[in-house]
């Protein structure tokens, strides 16, 4: 099969489009014949350094992965061959495992390839009206806004949320569910053309952070009220801002950190004073998949697609991202 696979640290030098052999299943796993996959900030970050444990050089990435069931471990019930299927490429440990949980794409291989093997328990059946770039561009983002705002982020109808990143894929999963709910949001970013396609998605408001001060912005927007949320993936550029911005009592959702690891908190007696609770997304659970896995089925959610092309293209895709260049997800069809 064609596969991209990576064979160093560093930057497009580190991949190669070559062939190598189709995997082997496991008693529980199926092979998955690709038909779309989509790309995320974590390919480009392993590119560069490891971050998942468990990681391993040769590395084939591609997370977000969905396609048809070819063929089917011992197992496995055989009547899912030729089956439609997304796959949730969140592979949990085993109960009172110490080994790290598996991630496709992550820390195995992933759909950057013709083929991908997966545990049958992480496939969700594909309705014939979702096509498979919308699919691909659904799971790892859509799962994690879903957790980030309406799991450990509890927002509610008639409430604020604010959403950094104007180029982000998470920012506009934000603002659709967000939206879903009732809520309100208000995105901050820098890329002018970015925000106002954020407003035609359905953000509330939509603030310049290069010309106009985040906090005082949220102020006049909530009557100097606050937000009631944050969802914070940027990371160090943006978390002061971040504290700032958020309404007594309210809750900061820490979901990335692109912009740095390092981040700083003016006031801690403000923090206290305000009872503010800052939250570590974490890894979304499968019930955060299916509950978004619904509502993109449903037509709840709609992932939007900047650009599609075949496995060639994940070097320039990858260096697209980099630029910041797309509005939406960009997705290879192998």
């Given at each position: ?111 950057f390839a013709e083929v991908c093997v997966v545990p049958a328990s992480n496939l969700h059946a594909l309705p014939d009206f979702v096509p498979p770039e919308v699919a691909a561009a659904f799971p790892t983002v859509y799962s994690t806004a879903w957790r980030s705002v309406l799991g450990v982020g509890e927002l509610q109808a008639g409430q604020w949320v604010l959403v950094h990143g104007s180029s982000s894929t998470l920012t506009m999963a934000v603002v659709q569910i967000a939206g879903m709910v009732g809520a309100r949001t208000l995105v901050a970013g820098r890329d002018a053309g970015h925000l106002r396609r954020m407003k035609d998605l359905g953000a509330d ?130």
């Amino acid at each position: 099969m064609r596969a991209v696979v990576q064979w160093c640290h560093g930057g497009p030098e580190a991949l190669t489009l070559e062939s190598v052999p189709v995997p082997r299943l496991a008693p529980h796993e199926v092979l998955v014949a690709v038909q779309a996959s989509g790309l995320n900030r974590l390919d480009l970050t392993q590119r560069e350094r490891p971050i998942l444990q468990g990681f391993r050089l040769p590395h084939i990435a591609g997370m977000d992965v969905t396609g048809v069931i070819m063929e089917a471990g011992t197992e496995v019930n055989s009547a899912h061959i030729g089956q439609r299927v997304v796959v949730d490429p969140n592979v949990p440990a085993p109960a009172g495992s110490e080994r790290a949980r598996t991630v496709i794409g992550g820390n195995v291989p992933g759909g950057f390839a013709e083929v991908c093997v997966v545990p049958a328990s992480n496939l969700h059946a594909l309705p014939d009206f979702v096509p498979p770039e919308v699919a691909a561009a659904f799971p790892t983002v859509y799962s994690t806004a879903w957790r980030s705002v309406l799991g450990v982020g509890e927002l509610q109808a008639g409430q604020w949320v604010l959403v950094h990143g104007s180029s982000s894929t998470l920012t506009m999963a934000v603002v659709q569910i967000a939206g879903m709910v009732g809520a309100r949001t208000l995105v901050a970013g820098r890329d002018a053309g970015h925000l106002r396609r954020m407003k035609d998605l359905g953000a509330d408001v939509v603030v310049d952070n290069t010309e106009v001060d985040v906090v005082s912005a949220v102020s006049r927007v909530t009557s100097g009220r606050g937000v009631d949320l944050v969802v914070d993936h940027v990371g160090g550029a943006t978390f002061a801002a971040s504290v700032g911005a958020v309404a007594r009592g309210g809750r900061i959702v820490v979901a990335g950190n692109v912009s740095g690891d390092t981040a700083r908190i003016d006031s801690l007696s403000g923090l206290h004073h305000k009872g503010i609770q800052i939250i570590g997304c974490g890894s979304y659970s499968p019930e955060d998949f299916r509950l978004a896995f619904d509502a993109l089925c449903s037509g709840l959610l709609a992932p939007v697609i900047a650009d599609v092309g075949g496995l060639d293209c994940v070097v320039p895709f990858q260096e697209r991202i980099l630029r910041g260049e797309p509005f939406g997800k960009l997705v290879v069809l192998p």
